[in-house]
């Protein structure tokens, strides 16, 4: 069984916050089912969370009226969505064919040994967290590292070096 389907509970019920829920309320007006609203759901439980529990999969289901398996079948579906918590800098590489070709190895070599942590894992006291994804759709670019959602083009292991630097 993959990482992707399993959930973890953290013991404690979950709510949006006062922000996140006003922007659902809004949200909510715009698409022609609450059910549509799974995604930007899950978008916003991450934007509060860093990442989506087993409690904000039955909280979502329970807002929108639908079945928390719907709700988990969309967050597994999608890889942008994080199912166990994430480092405080959560590094994607791209792995595609673009990337691949023009060396993304070696960002990935590096970050092994500069930060001690391989794809699909998170440094020991939190703050990294290293994972290979599909296509970030800067191929023109590549290879292209995302840090917290920034998108970091035409990267080497030096401007690595220099952007870890600055995360610091």
């Known amino acids: 069984m993959s990482d992707r389907s399993q959930l973890i509970e ?27 609203m799974i995604l930007p759901a899950l978008w916003l439980t991450q934007e509060q969370e860093g990442w989506v529990s087993a409690e904000a999969i ?10 928390a398996a719907k709700v988990f079948e969309a967050a597994t579906f999608y890889t942008m969505y994080h199912l166990k918590p994430m480092g405080q800098y959560h590094i994607c590489v791209c792995r595609t064919l ?21 794809p699909g894992e998170i440094s020991d006291d939190g703050r990294f967290s290293l994972e290979e994804v599909e296509c970030l759709g800067h191929c023109g670019t590549a290879p292209v ?3 917290n959602g920034e998108f970091h083009e035409e990267m080497n292991v030096e401007k690595m070096k220099t952007l870890l630097a600055g995360l610091e």
């Open 10 to 36: 953290t013991g404690k019920p979950f709510k949006f916050d006062a922000e996140r829920d006003a922007e659902f309320e809004r949200l909510v007006k715009r698409y022609p089912t609450r059910e549509s």
């Open 58 to 67: 039955a909280y979502i289901a329970d807002r929108i009226g639908t079945y």
């Open 98 to 118: 673009s990337c691949w070709l023009r060396e993304k190895q070696n960002i990935i070599d590096f970050l092994a040994e500069e930060i001690g942590v391989r």
């Open 145 to 147: 590292v995302q840090v």
